[in-house]
């Protein structure tokens, strides 16, 4: 995503509210300039091969490499290669994101869900005279109150906004949508 920065807008355990904050701010989103539509991708932390199998059956049109197909393949639980964890993006479409991020949520706990490949729109009254497509995003970290989902899981989840390092644009958004920045930024 390069050099965005994420704003937290709601930490809860309510799922339901979490969705529902993302699609007020999706509604304040533009087209991303390419007549392309919004993009949606799971991010999930994987420690084993039994989650990595169930993984690959709760997303079977997930877009892996061969190498991570056959890592899945081998059998048993022993550690996977690269620190035994795969990080791992997975496309989905987006109107199936939130069905797919909940089935995963039943075995693994380190995801996010994003939404992006849209645009911010321009803000003229506070000096933001262009869209902005770069940084934007929405993403849901599930379980995990950072972006990064290298904490230990919590019973929260948390959703961010994600745009430039202007801050007075983030808030814009978030009163759009209803809500406002609940905590400190982070660079992403």
């Known amino acids: 995503m390069g050099n965005s920065t994420a704003y937290p807008l709601l930490t809860t355990t309510n799922v339901d ?64 290669p690269f620190d035994d964890i795969y990080s791992l993006a997975l496309a989905v479409p987006p109107e199936n994101a939130v069905a797919t991020a909940r089935a995963v949520l039943e075995f693994c706990p380190h995801i996010q869900l994003t939404w992006e490949s849209f645009g911010w729109p321009a803000i003229p009254e506070l000096g933001h005279h262009h869209p902005l497509y770069n940084y934007a995003a929405v993403v849901i970290a599930f379980h995990h109150h950072d972006v990064y989902l290298a904490e230990n899981p919590t019973p929260g989840h948390t959703l961010f906004l994600h745009a430039d390092s202007h801050e007075d644009r983030a808030e814009w958004l978030a009163h759009r949508a209803g809500a406002e920045i609940t905590g400190l930024s982070s660079s992403w």
């Not at 799971?42 to 091969?49: D, E, H």
């Not at 993984?55 to 997930?62: E, K, R, T």
Request: charged share 25%.
């Open 17 to 80: 509210a979490l969705v529902t904050l993302a699609e007020r701010l999706l509604t304040v989103a533009e087209g991303d300039g390419n007549g392309d539509g919004i993009t949606t991708e799971l991010y999930v932390r994987v420690p084993g091969r039994e989650q990595l199998r169930r993984l690959l059956a709760a997303v079977p049109d997930a877009e892996v490499t061969t190498h991570v197909r056959a890592d899945a393949a081998e059998p048993g639980d022993h550690p996977l």
